[in-house]
């Protein structure tokens, strides 16, 4: 069954950002739309190969001008935004979870290349605050189109963002994923985010990993000093970032997959 897009329009946000220090978060104010550009960005199905389900494609202007290619696929108030792994595929990284999320779990999803990364155009300019700016961006575009209860789902150098944003973000965000975060990216501090947490928070990570270690993300759930919290480690191998929730090259989804579906669905356990 094909999913249908709903009510996400293709729209372009055009967000006002107050210049911050290399040491704080961006200030970002609600985003609000404007006219598209005049040509149409391409499905996710065209860039990131299989699976070919339909999915609205828009963009998302950021900082200087900045054009961040997007897209929604699934239906309902019930959304994760993903926020991508370091790396030139952008969004093609999650676009076969959130595939499958709209097509069995009844979930809608946003996802985005950030600057840097696939199709999106950016100004030059310091990668940490425009991931920042970008997916606070996102979780407000969100929103405006009646996202009820939003997700963040963060891969890798992703996960790191989403802590931050989790952390920083009002109104709040429903849950934040972190899979295999790690402790720092560029000047992004996991450790000081995880302690200013206040919504539930998954973190998973699997032993063997070159980039994080089990140790590592142990601390970060210890940090956060959240009742609804928890740890997942899974077998020796089981790869890095979105590699964790299987699906790969037509493979089996993990257990974890359907946990953090259920995390997505308000299922905090």
């Known amino acids: 069954m094909s999913a249908n897009p709903g009510r996400f329009l293709p729209v372009v946000i055009a967000v006002s950002i107050m210049l911050a220090s290399c040491t704080n978060l961006p200030s970002l104010r609600s985003p609000t739309t404007t006219s598209a550009p005049a040509a149409a960005p391409p499905p996710p199905a065209q860039l990131c190969g299989g699976p070919t389900t339909p999915a609205q494609s828009l963009w998302l202007s950021a ?44 979930v809608r999803s946003l996802l985005f290349s950030q600057c840097g990364a696939g199709v999106s155009q950016c100004p030059a300019g310091n990668a940490a605050d425009q991931w920042l700016e970008v997916t606070t961006a996102a ?63 998954l973190f998973a990570v699997a032993p063997g990993d070159s980039l994080v270690s089990v140790g590592t993300m142990r601390r970060l759930y ?13 077998a020796e191998g089981a790869g890095h970032g979105s590699e964790l929730l299987g699906g790969v090259a037509g493979s089996a989804w993990t257990p974890l997959a359907a946990t953090v579906a259920a995390w997505i669905q308000g299922r905090h356990r």
């Open 63 to 106: 900082p200087g001008g900045a054009q961040v290619y997007a897209a929604v696929v699934g239906t309902g108030p019930t959304t994760a935004v993903f926020v991508q792994e370091f790396g030139p595929r952008g969004l093609c990284g999650f676009w076969p979870y959130a595939d499958w999320l709209a097509r069995t779990k009844g």
């Open 139 to 201: 979780v407000g575009w969100a929103r405006t189109q009646g996202a009820g209860q939003v997700t963040l789902v963060g891969a890798s150098a992703g996960g790191v963002v989403a802590l931050q944003v989790a952390a920083s973000i009002r109104p709040p965000v429903a849950a934040v994923v972190d899979l295999s975060g790690g402790r720092r990216w560029l000047r992004l501090d996991s450790l000081a985010a995880a302690r200013r947490l206040q919504v539930p928070a």
């Open 222 to 234: 210890q940090a956060a000093p959240v009742r609804a919290k928890r740890l997942v480690v899974l």
